[in-house]
């Protein structure tokens, strides 16, 4: 989830712009519950371990590309979602 907020409003720099970025830390995050399921998975692998992984990505930035749109009534369609995108 982390990653996909990150993703949705993190300026996109080239090395060539000298533009500030925000270290993200886990101060500055919510806290995020981690759910472990206790029957393993001898299908998936050999260690019996189930993982979402990357799957809770898909929908984080969709989800603030939505909430901009419902305050907004502007549609980002492209990311990071800026303020310019907003207001062009």
Known sequence: ??????????RVCSQSDSCA???ESSSSRADIKVIFVAEPDDIINP?????LGEIGIVGVAAAI???VYRATGKRVRDLPITLDKVLG
């Open 65 to 67: 590309a939505n909430a």
């Open 47 to 51: 260690l019996g371990i189930k993982g």
């Open 1 to 10: 989830m982390c990653v996909g907020f990150k993703a949705a409003i993190t």
């Open 21 to 23: 970025h925000v270290q």
